[in-house]
Every structure is written in C-alpha cells, then in structure tokens.
C-alpha cells in the first residue's frame, strides 16, 4: 500500500479508564471496622483495642475523596456508577459523621 492511500485518522478518541472503586470500598470497611474495635474483648491489650479510634477520622475522609472522583468520572462518561465507589463513599461518610455525632452528643450532655 503506498503511502498516498493511507487514511490516518484525525483524532483517536480515548475513553477514560473505568475505575472500579476498590480502594474506597476498603477504606470504607476499614474506618467502620475502626469504629468497633473497643468491643473487642479485654483480655486484648488497650493500644489493640483503643488505637485504631484515631485513625476513623481520616481514612473515612480518605474512602470519601478516593470515591467521588470515580463517581464523577462514571456520570460525566454516561456509563452506570461503580457500586464499589458508591459503597465506599458511603462507609466513608458513616464513619465520619459517627464520632462526630458522638462528640455532639458528649458535649450536649456533659
């Protein structure tokens, strides 16, 4: 084929890659797995038992941040949500409001 026939196409459309959501969904579960942590049973050491506590806060923000964007991306491209995402944003905003309802709710009464 001589190159005088050949049809070199203007613009390759490249579809953005499809995120799954995986690491939300995990952050998720860990930041609620978190908030149950001092209903372990005391013969396990209080750092096992009260440590993870510090951590709720952030790594449900961190489930919220890394799911949005995915959810953004699957509405701007038109194709269906990632589930994974959208359970993980929802974990993560759970695990974020948790403690700090409780904390309103200690200072309403203390």
């Known amino acids: ?17 499809r995120t799954s959501g995986t690491g939300s969904l995990a952050l998720g ?4 797995a978190a908030i149950g942590c001092p209903f372990l049973p005391e013969a396990l050491p209080p750092l096992v038992r009260f440590l993870p506590l510090y951590f709720v806060l952030p790594v449900g923000i961190c489930a919220i941040v890394w799911g949005l964007p995915d959810l953004w991306r699957a509405r701007r491209g038109g194709w269906p949500g990632p589930v ?3 359970i993980g ?4 905003a759970a695990a974020t409001l948790a403690p700090l309802v ?4 200690y200072a309403r009464i203390g």
């Open 29 to 32: 579960i860990g930041a609620v």
């Open 84 to 86: 994974r995402a959208r």
């Open 1 to 17: 084929m001589s190159s005088a026939k050949q049809h070199i196409p203007e613009a390759v459309h490249q579809e953005e890659p």
């Open 102 to 105: 409780w904390l309103f709710l």
């Open 89 to 92: 944003v929802l974990l993560g």
